[in-house]
């Protein structure tokens, strides 16, 4: 399995299983197949938030666990030279990547393969510092992933990561239940990629245009919705209402922030009615997230969408 015999993949404080090392061998083979770097190697380390959190803090001085971290060879305070073909160390805590799995409804495999490509672009020289070069790394990132998702083991009971609370590292140190405004920003590109996710479940035979969204409660919830059509048409539930639905259902009726997308190079805003539905429950001030199949997005508000819109409020006398 493993091609490279210097290459190694090491397990500290974790166990790791087959499917698990493979995905992450995969992913190391097909960046250096990608970047002609064949014959270079790096090596990488699968372990815990308390290991990465130790690194973390200590060579960057960043008091948090956290997903990945690359250490490039020609980069280190060695006064020996790294050994020829050396690319660097890439350390992984396999609990984050589980966690990050499960927000965005993919397997552990899919994720520890694209934490390793991110890595092993790092060690290869691609940065995201500046905005040039992150779209390069972004754009590098995304077709090796499409490469190596095929070949991943399939996921056993791959599950979309709804009605379930947070457990970010950003949460820890806020409290469970703290949805601020800070945290919906560092949120939103989590919020886009789940309605892009979303989509995937959207039953739409007669448009064939597929909607998701992704509604944040303000217990920290998540609530993933589709468009479901019908052979009459007019009682297709739009994707909005769907989340917004399904959030209701199980008692939640207070929002934090809502992201759509679809298949559309468009941003997509939501429906006249999704606007009113979502005004029975949700502040004009409540920021919507309207996003294209390629993830780039809009920010608005509920608000923005429809002003002077017609609520409870309106019906006394
Ligand atoms: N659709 C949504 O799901 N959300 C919107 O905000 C706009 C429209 C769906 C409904 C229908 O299934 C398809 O898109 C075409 O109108």
């Known amino acids: 399995m493993?091609?490279?015999?210097?290459?190694?993949?090491?397990?500290?404080?974790?166990?790791?299983?087959?499917?698990?090392?493979?995905?992450?061998?995969?992913?190391?083979?097909?960046?250096?197949r990608a970047e002609r770097a064949e014959g270079r190697y790096p090596c990488i380390i699968l372990t815990d938030d308390d290991t990465i959190h130790a690194c973390n803090r200590?060579?960057?001085?960043?008091?948090?666990?956290?997903?990945?971290?690359?250490?490039?060879?020609?980069?280190g305070e060695d006064l020996?030279?790294?050994?020829?073909?050396?690319?660097?160390?890439?350390?992984?805590?396999?609990?984050t990547a589980e966690r990050q799995a499960s927000e965005l409804g993919h397997s552990l495999e899919r994720e520890l393969a694209f934490l390793?490509?991110?890595?092993?672009?790092?060690?290869?020289?691609?940065?995201?510092?500046?905005?040039?070069?992150?779209?390069?790394?972004?754009?590098?990132?995304?077709?090796?992933?499409a490469e190596i998702e095929p070949r991943l083991a399939p996921k056993d009971g791959a599950r979309f990561a709804e009605g379930k609370t947070f457990t970010g590292e950003d949460e820890k140190q806020m409290g469970p239940n703290e949805i601020t405004e800070m945290s919906i920003k560092e949120r939103k590109s989590e919020l886009i990629a789940l309605a892009l996710k979303a989509r995937e479940?959207?039953?739409?035979?007669?448009?064939?245009?597929?909607?998701?969204?992704c509604l944040l409660t303000r217990s920290g919830q998540l609530f993933l919705g589709c468009n479901i059509e019908n052979a009459a048409y007019s009682p297709t539930n739009c994707a909005e209402r769907t989340a917004l639905f399904k959030a209701v259902s199980e008692g939640e009726t207070e929002f934090a922030a809502l992201a759509v997308a679809s298949d559309s190079e468009h941003y997509t805003y939501p429906c006249g009615v999704c606007r009113q539905v979502l005004s029975?429950?949700?502040?004009?001030?409540?920021?919507?997230?309207?996003?294209?199949?390629?993830?780039?997005?809009?920010?608005?508000t509920l608000g923005g969408l429809l002003p002077m819109a017609f609520t409870k409020e309106d019906m006394g006398s």
């Open 58 to 75: 200590d060579y960057r001085s960043v008091d948090r666990p956290t997903d990945v971290l690359s250490f490039p060879a020609d980069e």
């Open 280 to 300: 029975e429950f949700c502040a004009a001030e409540m920021p919507v997230f309207c996003a294209n199949r390629d993830g780039s997005f809009i920010e608005t």
């Open 80 to 95: 020996l030279a790294p050994p020829d073909g050396f690319l660097g160390d890439i350390m992984i805590s396999v609990p």
């Open 2 to 32: 493993n091609e490279h015999p210097e290459f190694t993949v090491e397990t500290e404080n974790i166990e790791a299983t087959q499917e698990q090392l493979e995905a992450v061998y995969e992913a190391v083979r097909a960046v250096l």
């Open 201 to 213: 479940r959207a039953y739409v035979p007669y448009s064939g245009f597929r909607v998701g969204a």
């Open 116 to 145: 390793t490509v991110h890595g092993m672009l790092h060690l290869l020289g691609y940065d995201h510092i500046e905005p040039d070069d992150e779209s390069r790394m972004l754009a590098r990132q995304r077709a090796l992933i």
